[in-house]
């Protein structure tokens, strides 16, 4: 909702501040120093991470995890928490930052979520789908299907969902093929029941972080640059150590295939780095398109041209809820 309408319709809700946006679109400083402009208020303020790489402990440099220095006394919440051996799925964080948030509150404290994670925003505000779990008999003959076989399975068991997804994406296409076959319903059915969201409960104050695109790539290049030299591949080549499942999600992350194939003699350094840099400027444009489209409209878009990135702080604080 926007600044202005909260002040109304969320009165007496507790707030919850949201920043935003791609990979180095300056989201961590930007939290950081929205909380050091609360606490000149009177106001001290959390900060607790909604992005999927940086709730990794094994991933502290490829994820661009903020340094205690970087903090700057501000309390940081859900970083590296977890271990890379167990998966973190969206409703497992959203579980976490509930928590977080319930304690922030209960303190007296702004909480402020920042990331880049749009499904795990996404999840915490507005619930996630209570599909009971599938069958395992069934999940592995829907994923030895091909995904043509898989998509014209789908279009048969469940035509809507089929119409609304790219014949080509396999992910969805199994997913939503295994909780038709598995639940006997939908999984359009099981969204529409979405349940633990509490966007309802908290007065929200978000702010989208949308720099140019020209300059948000080349900070990507160059931060991945500086990755290498801060100690990427003696942290990928950890990973690598422990034997983890190549599919947990800690060994898919951006920069670890790219220095994994690296350190396996697959490929040069300056190839990895050029191979992990356009992997990041791949992901920053993805998520440079959700935030721009799937947020409510009425969310503010920080854009360059637009609105200057000082003036977040403005958007954010403006309302009496947070001040």
């Not at 609304?164 to 939503?176: E, K, P, Q, T």
């Not at 951006?254 to 400027?281: F, K, S």
Request: glycine share 8%; hydrophobic share 45%; proline share 6%.
């Amino acid at each position: 909702m926007s600044t202005k309408d909260s002040s109304k319709t969320a009165a007496g809700r507790p707030p919850l501040a949201l920043i935003a946006g791609p990979t180095a679109s300056g989201k961590s400083d930007s939290a950081v120093r929205l909380a050091l402009a609360l606490a000149e208020r009177g106001r001290r303020a959390v900060v607790i991470n909604a992005d999927s790489a940086q709730v990794y402990a094994d991933l502290a440099v490829l994820s661009a995890r903020p340094a205690l220095a970087e903090m700057r006394g501000v309390a940081h919440r859900l970083f590296g928490t977890w271990d890379g051996a167990q998966a973190c799925s969206a409703a497992d964080w959203a579980a976490a930052a509930r928590a977080e948030i319930a304690e922030a509150h209960a303190a007296g404290a702004v909480p402020i979520l920042v990331g880049g994670t749009g499904l795990y925003i996404r999840t915490l505000l507005e619930g996630i789908a209570p599909v009971p779990e599938i069958d395992l008999a069934v999940r592995e003959a829907v994923r030895a299907l091909d995904t043509a076989e898989a998509y014209s399975a789908l279009q048969a068991e469940d035509p809507a969902r089929a119409a609304a997804l790219n014949y080509a994406d396999r992910a969805r296409i199994a997913r939503a093929l295994e909780v038709v076959r598995s639940t006997g319903r939908p999984l359009a059915e099981w969204q529409g029941e979405r349940t633990g969201g509490i966007g309802h409960r908290v007065a929200l104050h978000p702010a989208i972080l949308l720099p140019d695109r020209a300059g948000l790539y080349a900070r990507c290049d160059r931060r991945f640059a500086e990755m290498i030299e801060h100690g990427a591949v003696a942290e990928v080549a950890a990973l690598l150590a422990r034997g983890l499942d190549p599919a947990l999600p800690v060994m898919r992350a951006i920069g670890v295939p790219e220095i994994a194939g690296y350190l396996r003699g697959e490929w040069p350094l300056d190839a990895a780095i050029a191979r992990g840099a356009q992997a990041t400027r791949n992901y920053a444009k993805r998520q440079y398109t959700w935030f721009r489209r799937q947020p409510p409209a009425e969310w503010p878009r920080i854009e360059n041209g637009n609105i200057d990135i000082d003036d977040i702080y403005e958007i954010l604080l403006r309302n009496p809820v947070l001040t």
